[in-house]
């Protein structure tokens, strides 16, 4: 494990015992938790069927996706490095609905196909090999199963500034962020069959009193409207993909 990723297990720990708030835990504001709850939502009942599916939540942090998909019908295991982020998870669901394990992204303690689906939010901008990542994932998805990832845009507009400053100066970002072309690449060349792309808009923490805009909705459509504007605009992409047969 290399400095990068000591200093985010660190962190997530730290989330962990310093606050209650499930977004804090996260390490998300509470409207960008919401947001990808309800985009992971809505691509569940979209496209994965009513079938109860086995599936891994890969980076489950306070097990937010462990509850929204067991509350959904599916048998979910939640899987994270950090203990306390794993307590937190438990102490939040007493109704059990999922399973909790402690492991690594890059070692998943599963068998081969032992997975119909994979979630993973919320990990991938705090991994130094995002695509040994990916071929875990598709190592423990079934023929056919799916995944759900989300990563941070490498080309927001609003971040552009900073990471170019941050280049100038030789320093480097404190969070790992992708185009979604490349996302799709390392999905190709793992066995996976890239299917939609949904991106998530948030403004500035600074002007958080802008929230109103997206949370209706209209904002995000008009966006995705425009040809190329998702590629500057999104803060996120949640990427649904399903591995070849």
């Not at 069959?193 to 209706?216: C, E, H, K, M, T």
Request: glycine share 10%; with cysteine; proline share 6%.
């Amino acid at each position: 494990m290399d400095k990068f990723e000591r200093e985010w297990r660190t962190r997530f720990e730290k989330f962990a015992l310093g606050h209650s708030e499930e977004h804090l835990v996260s390490g998300w504001s509470r409207q960008g938790l919401l947001r990808r709850a309800a985009a992971v939502r809505r691509l569940v009942q979209e496209h994965l069927g009513p079938t109860p599916l086995r599936i891994l939540d890969l980076g489950c942090g306070a097990g937010t996706y462990v509850r929204l998909l067991g509350g959904l019908g599916h048998r979910v295991v939640g899987l994270d490095y950090s203990m306390p982020s794993l307590r937190r998870a438990r102490e939040s669901d007493p109704e059990r609905v999922g399973q909790y394990v402690e492991g690594e992204a890059y070692r998943l303690p599963f068998r081969a196909n032992s997975f119909d689906a994979v979630v993973g939010v919320g990990i991938f901008q705090a991994l130094g090999s995002a695509e040994q990542a990916v071929e875990q994932i598709l190592r423990v998805l079934r023929p056919g199963g799916w995944m759900i990832i989300e990563t941070l845009n490498a080309a927001e507009a609003i971040l552009a500034p900073r990471r170019a400053w941050l280049g100038l100066r030789g320093s480097k970002d404190e969070v790992r962020a992708y185009s979604p072309r490349r996302v799709k690449r390392w999905l190709t060349a793992g066995g996976a069959r890239p299917l939609r792309q949904v991106g998530i808009y948030l403004p500035p923490r600074r002007l958080a009193w802008l929230n109103w805009a997206f949370d209706s909705r209209a904002l995000p459509r008009l966006f995705e409207a425009v040809p190329g504007a998702p590629l500057i605009a999104a803060h996120a992409f949640l990427t649904l993909a399903r591995k070849r047969d």
